[in-house]
């Protein structure tokens, strides 16, 4: 089998441990595994993707961080080709979604027994995504978050905290005109809003996790007020595992949504990237739709359950 690796040599754990191209190459050959690593990050990612979409590869790995994922996701789904990854980010939520080895040793070694497993991806105006798309407080403070990314000493991140509880103090709500797949139209006044791939669960330390992304929904989470003692309460009952009846939030699951904020443009969250798209954003959650290389006993466990 031939794998076409996309290397991202910028992305958080790549640069830190400083991954190149050549190296990765001799490590799929240490494990037997035959590879072209492509780390140009002069040219596009999108024509790197579609250069690859196209080669004689069967798998395609990507190595770098959500937004790699993401982006070589939305080019592999429904098609005939696999999309394999080596976790090189600085958060790594699909990689941990899907119980992957986050050593970059490990991970390689695991594609050589790995087999595929189909998962759902969700969809909104066209782009593919993989975990959730968040409207309202969190692209804010997720900006702000940027600013301080690669200089990460005490005092950038005593300047965040101020940032970010300052933004929590003055944030008012916005309207969101909500309509889902049964029909139903209704505005809401809140502070943030995420719709995510499947549903994040809870359990002690699962933070942001999902155990299953093979459910088939479309999972609305609304926050309704986010003050500073919401942000504590929260973020406790995350660790501990019970958050789900907190009182600031509200869930639903779907399979399709459109939600519109009146106004033409707004920023979202993008599986952790910052975006402006045009309104309304329409929702769809497409089952199984990409297949994913995942090691062999996570794929026995997954048809076991």
Not at 124 to 150: D, S
Not at 185 to 194: D, P, Y
Not at 203 to 210: D, E, M, N
Request: hydrophobic share 50%; proline share 3%.
């Amino acid at each position: 089998m031939l794998y076409h690796v996309i290397l991202n040599p910028n992305s958080g754990t790549a640069r830190a441990l400083g991954i190149t191209a050549e190296a990765l190459a001799r490590l799929f050959a240490t494990h037997g595994l035959d590879a072209v690593v492509d780390d140009d990050d002069s040219r596009p990612l999108l024509d790197r993707i579609a250069e690859a979409v196209e080669g004689p590869a069967e798998v395609l790995v990507a190595a770098g961080g959500d937004g790699t994922i993401t982006a070589m996701a939305g080019a592999l789904v429904d098609g005939g080709k696999h999309l394999a990854i080596l976790p090189l980010g600085t958060f790594n939520a699909v990689a941990k979604d899907l119980n992957l080895p986050l050593d970059l040793d490990a991970a390689v070694a695991a594609l050589a027994s790995g087999t595929a497993q189909p998962i759902d991806v969700a969809e909104v105006n066209g782009r593919i995504f993989l975990q959730k798309v968040v409207i309202g407080l969190i692209p804010g403070l997720a900006a702000g978050r940027e600013h301080i990314r690669g200089r990460e000493t005490l005092m950038t991140k005593i300047g965040f905290l101020q940032y970010f509880f300052r933004r929590l103090a003055r944030q008012r709500r916005m309207a969101l005109a909500i309509e889902t797949d049964a029909g139903a139209r209704r505005i809401e006044r809140v502070q943030a809003m995420a719709v995510a791939c499947n549903a994040y669960d809870e359990g002690l330390g699962r933070f942001f996790a999902r155990q299953s992304l093979d459910r088939g929904v479309l999972t609305l989470y609304v926050l309704h007020h986010f003050t500073a003692r919401d942000f504590f309460r929260l973020t406790t009952g995350m660790l501990l595992g019970r958050w789900q009846d907190d009182e600031a939030l509200s869930m639903e699951s779907v399979s399709a949504v459109t939600i519109d904020a009146h106004r033409e443009l707004i920023k979202v969250m993008f599986d952790g990237e910052v975006e402006t798209f045009e309104t309304p954003l329409r929702f769809s959650i497409r089952p199984r739709a990409l297949s994913v290389i995942v090691p062999a006993d996570i794929s026995q466990t997954v048809e076991a359950a």
